[in-house]
């Protein structure tokens, strides 16, 4: 009996796996223009485990981001995706490598470009817009991933690190001081 209830917990497992994958999947605008056109919404989370090109920047792949992606039609008649993600995302400090929490707020205004189309001198002088261009498809995990990777700090730091070495030091035995002094004395 208790052999068929791991079975059957393994398989619920599985499907679970497969549900969740499928989900990620299936996260896709398949006409972003005619979305923009159309005026439409898509609310949604993410798993930050997807997110795998923030994996290298992350102390712990836990949590979830909350993105909104709002079409709509510009001035000019552009199409247009409003894109809003948040979250707090554990980024690794680059002094003592220990988690510092960013508190992530992208708020991105993209002008939907046809891939391949010619942009003019002023278009890409102008750097009140961005452009982003697009066959129709658009992949949304790709999508939220590119602009929580521009709205990433360079450097992330805590404003008080508690680095070994820095501040606290004065409290700590530093075993330089005891090797120099050993080092006059003769073996
Ligand atoms: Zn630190």
């Given at each position: 009996m208790k052999q068929n209830f791991v079975l059957t917990w393994k398989a619920k497992n599985n499907i679970i796996q497969g549900l969740s994958r499928n989900s990620s999947r299936l996260k896709r605008i398949s006409d972003a223009f005619a979305?923009?056109?159309d005026g439409r919404v898509l609310k949604g989370t993410l798993a930050v485990a997807?997110?795998?090109r923030l994996h290298d920047l992350l102390t712990e792949l836990s949590g979830e981001m909350g993105f909104c992606i709002k079409g709509f039609k510009g001035e000019r008649g552009e199409f247009m995706l409003h894109l809003e993600v948040t979250g707090v995302l554990p980024l690794v400090c680059q002094r003592c490598l220990n988690a510092v929490?960013?508190?992530l707020d992208?708020?991105?205004?993209l002008e939907l470009v046809p891939e391949g189309a010619?942009?003019?001198q002023d278009e890409l002088e102008d750097d009140t817009r961005d452009f982003l261009p697009l066959a129709s498809e658009l992949d949304v995990a790709e999508f939220v991933e590119d602009e929580i990777l521009l709205a990433m700090p360079v450097a992330p730091r805590h404003e008080e690190c508690g680095l070994p070495g820095?501040?606290?030091a004065g409290d700590r035995i530093n075993p330089f001081a005891t090797l120099s002094g050993l080092k006059g004395k003769p073996n």
């Open positions: 979305f923009a056109r997807d997110l795998e929490p960013f508190d992208v708020d991105s205004l010619e942009l003019s820095a501040a606290d």
